[in-house]
């Protein structure tokens, strides 16, 4: 809609230019007869207005407004009054008066009899630009299709109490607006001009971003932020007054802000938006240290097997038979000798003199990771000659001797790589193939580069064999389970327990899960082995607490294979039936990176466990993506921090800070924390001190069969 000021429309301006104009043409005519009795018309109805205009004024202060309820005109009266110049409120939302008086019904109840009778009677309260309220009697006519005018008279007398009762609420809320220590914040919209202002911005941050929130009242944006910041917060905005609410997050000065703005709508129109922000700094840092300690290894700093695999992924899809690279799987040899004989921490400097070694070595089209305990990976450029002569030269760089604190001995390597194109095409075959090559390595003398060959596969003959006697273990029932106590941190009592799967094997002895839950996920055996520790589990809580022993939560261990199944949230409920396990003392334990697979699917198969009554938990946090914006996304309740940080929390400096970083960050989600592999006194009382909340380790007791277990808790808690 057009808009043209209302001054020229109601003012005498108008009917003067008309008598101009039949004053020309009357006369060109020869209209004189016409002329007379139009012009005597026009000046007494000019006259009438006039008088009509002075003791409307007089009577009323008056106010007109398109059909979306911006202003087209306000007299000099009215504005006066309210402490506006008439320009502050010329195309604004009359929503800037509101005094907060009437909620949202009053005025969609006006709006309606307005429709509907075209006329609407009422007393309404304003908010005068310094902040008091004034109370008028108003009649609203509507003029036209697209035009309102409003009539007020002056009942402040009468209302006066009532004002003060209100203002006195206000002044409250004011208050408690300061208080807060978030920022809070509205914004309005010139109609005409397109701009935005603030006409609130309340709360302690706003003193911390050096923001008078006391001036910056009918601010325009542009005098608060400035360059991209500006662009950025007009860009969102402007999403909110086209009907969305948007959450992001952005830059004022040296502090990076989380806001979340949302639309006021009224009438089918966005007229207002009104937003928060928290000040978001100290927990983005804190999120890129945790970040930094999961992509790279914090003894030498260079990028760990997480990063690895993330690297390798894009570089198959870029890679080309142009552009060819190798994997050297650089294994150190009998590191665990030094460990053994001079301890970790000379066997940590050997592991730092070996990286500087590498790193000087290898050419600058190569990237060098730390896999592992002793082993590195290089993604080398070039042909398989030129992977061949980086390998000899790395083994001729690592054997030469090494001195730390008097001591000198020699460490030697061995390296197992393979070729993209002729070994593999995807980064698992690669990996998979290089390992081959350098366990094959190893056992034919160490010391030694070797490409990799299919003949090396039949040292795995092995695991097809452990494979059948898997199978025949879970049609026999051979697997048992142990458990692990879990410990409140602050009083000691035992609050839950880990079930770990064990297999006592007849002729091999006792087979360690690293072994086999690898094998079972290759071959899909997991999904069996998963359900038969699910069931054991709830069978055995059952048999507890009718043996009369409290209830405990079990917490059960599910792989990545399991959770992506589309029917993994039936077959728990199913066997929570079967058992008649009170689900609420339940807890499924799920590795990061497994969540990160299928999100949208995992997410719904959470939320149903999670409606069961289960309760969810993060396991091993901190060894894969350690994302904290999926600590927001999915509906968890516990976050376990990986026992690697732990056990080294007294002698790195980096992993105590990491499980400080975590557990405040998991608290201000609202999760609960617990620290795996606690083994000393120094660890729990760390623990304490950074008010974590349970944990589990040898300190207390190592995983137990169930009938131990029973004797331990009666003891513990008679005690």
Sequence with gaps: MTLYPIDNVLTDQKINELQDIIQRHADVYNWPALKEEVLASLTENLTIYSTLRDLMSEAF???????????????????????????????????????????????????????HYNMWEGDICSKAKEGTMIW????????????????????????????????????????????LMNLVFRVQKNK??????????????????????ETIYNQSLDSLVEGEELACLISEIDKVFSGEEVVFKHRHGAHLLYSLVSPIVENGEVIEAVGSSVDITSLEEAEQRVKHLAFFDSLTDLPNRTKLREDLKIGVEKANDTQPFAILYCDIDRLKYINDTLGEYIGDQVIQVIAKRLKETLPTNSQL?????????????????????????TLNKIKQPINIHGNEFFVTCSIGISFYGEDGVDA???????????????????????????????????????????????Y??????????????????????????RWPHKEKGNIPPSDFIPLAEETGLIVQLGEWVIKKACRQHVEWVDKGHNPIKIAVNVSAVELQRYDFADKVATIIEETNMNPTYLEIEITENSVMQNTE??????????????????????????????????????????????????????????IKAMIQLAHTFGLK????????????????????????????????????????????RAV
């Design 61 to 115: 202060e008056m106010m007109m407004f398109d059909q979306d309820g911006y202003i087209v005109h306000i007299d000099d009266r009215f504005s006066s009054q309210l402490g506006y110049e008439k320009e502050e409120l010329i195309y604004r939302h009359y929503r800037l008066l509101h005094a907060g008086v009437h909620d949202e019904t009053f005025y969609e109840q006006m709006w309606k009899t307005l429709s």
């Design 136 to 179: 008028h009697r108003t009649k609203l006519v509507r003029m036209t299709d697209s035009l309102f005018v409003s009539f007020r008279i002056d009942i402040n007398d009468v209302k006066n109490e009532e004002s003060r009762v209100i203002e006195a609420l206000n002044d409250d809320y004011a208050k408690v607006l300061q208080q």
């Design 192 to 213: 005409q001009t397109g701009k935005y202002y603030f006409v609130l911005i309340e709360g302690k941050l706003s003193k911390k971003l050096n923001i008078n929130s």
């Design 369 to 393: 990771y730390r896999f592992g305990g002793d082993e590195f990976v290089v993604v080398i450029n070039g042909s398989k000659a030129h992977a061949d002569r980086v390998s000899e030269a």
């Design 428 to 474: 698992e075959g690669l990996m998979n193939h290089a390992s081959i090559a350098v366990h094959y390595c190893k056992m034919t003398g160490r010391n030694n580069r070797l490409f990799y060959s299919p003949k090396m596969n039949n040292m795995y003959n092995d695991i097809l064999f452990m494979e059948g006697e898997l199978r025949k273990a879970l």
């Design 476 to 501: 026999n029932d051979e697997f048992e389970l142990f458990y692990q106590p879990q410990l409140d941190v602050a009083t000691g009592e035992v609050t839950g327990l880990e079930a770990l799967i």
């Design 601 to 658: 699917d995992c997410i719904q198969t959470m939320k149903a466990l999670q409606k069961m009554g289960v309760s969810l938990s993060i396991d091993d946090f901190g060894t894969g993506y350690s994302s904290f914006g999926y600590l927001r996304k999915f509906p968890i309740n516990y976050l376990k921090i990986d026992q690697s940080f732990v056990k080294n929390a007294l002698e790195e400096s980096s992993s105590a800070e990491i």
């Design 673 to 716: 924390v617990v620290a795996e592999g606690v083994e000393e006194q120094p660890i729990l009382d760390l623990l304490q001190q950074q008010q974590c909340d349970y944990y589990q380790g040898y300190f207390f007791s190592k995983p137990i069969p169930s009938n131990d277990l029973e004797k331990l808790l009666y003891n513990q």
